[in-house]
């Protein structure tokens, strides 16, 4: 079976930083781009991040670049996002996305889902 | 900026009916198009991609179509579990970029 769980959401003050977490598991994780993706309460989805399956290469929504950081650890079959510089407007809930098929670079669509992480920012 | 804009935002319909969801892209997308379900609660779930492809596991009612600029995802005799928040999705060549259109909710009359 396929998963992936992400973890590491929280309440947090604006300016204030979180490292999320998404482990997965059942595939070779390696061989997959991942991306993150966040929906706001009652919205709908806005893509984030997403990286190669070795790691050389990312891409970030404009809003996001340089507060965000998306990395991996394919020994330990894991994807990382460190958000800092909260703001309010970044308050979701963020999914990890495995990207459908193997590739060198990163899919064009998004074939497995985690169960999301809430990440609130409010003073 | 590609806009992926989706109608109705609302669609409501009985069990048994048939669905047709739109999506259509500010530029043409060739056939790049996927979309996906989404329960209250749940991850969103890939039904359909490169227009017309059904993902693995998809029931046969569920059918993509379209081309270019226009794209409809058509549920031929809905069934309880197909009421649910609808997104298409396209990425941009390069850079990649990926964008959601905002969602039709199909809702039981």
């Known amino acids: 079976e396929f998963l992936l769980v992400e973890s590491g959401g929280d309440l947090v003050r604006p300016g204030g930083s979180l490292r999320l977490s998404c482990t997965t598991s059942?595939?070779?994780?390696?061989?997959?781009?991942m991306s993150w993706v966040r929906q706001a309460p009652g919205k709908g989805l806005e893509w984030v991040s997403a990286?190669?399956?070795?790691?050389?290469?990312?891409y970030y929504e404009d809003s996001v670049k340089g507060r965000f950081t998306v990395s991996r650890d394919n020994s330990r079959d894991t994807l990382f996002l460190h958000v800092s510089s909260l703001r309010a407007d970044d308050t979701a809930i963020y999914y990890c996305?495995?990207?459908?098929?193997?590739?060198?670079?990163?899919?064009?669509?998004?074939?497995?889902w985690g169960r999301g992480t809430l990440v609130t920012v409010s003073s | 900026e590609i806009v992926l804009t989706q109608s109705p935002v609302t669609l409501s319909l009985s069990p048994g009916e048939r669905a047709t969801l739109s999506c259509r892209a500010s530029?043409?997308?060739?056939?790049?198009l996927a979309w996906y379900q989404q329960k209250p609660g749940q991850a969103p779930r890939l039904l359909i991609y490169?227009?017309?492809t059904r993902a693995t596991g998809v029931p046969a009612r569920f059918t993509g179509s379209g081309s270019v600029r226009d794209f409809t995802l058509t549920i031929t005799s809905l069934e309880p579990e197909d009421f649910a928040v609808y997104y298409c999705?396209?990425?941009?060549?390069?850079?990649?970029?990926?964008?959601f259109g905002q969602g039709t909710k199909l809702e039981i009359k």
């Open positions: 530029q043409s997308i060739s056939t790049y």
């Open positions: 059942g595939f070779m994780f390696k061989k997959y781009a």
């Open positions: 990286m190669s399956g070795t790691g050389d290469t990312t």
């Open positions: 996305a495995r990207h459908l098929g193997t590739t060198t670079t990163v899919g064009w669509y998004f074939d497995l």
């Open positions: 999705q396209h990425r941009k060549n390069w850079p990649p970029r990926f964008v």
């Open positions: 490169d227009a017309s």
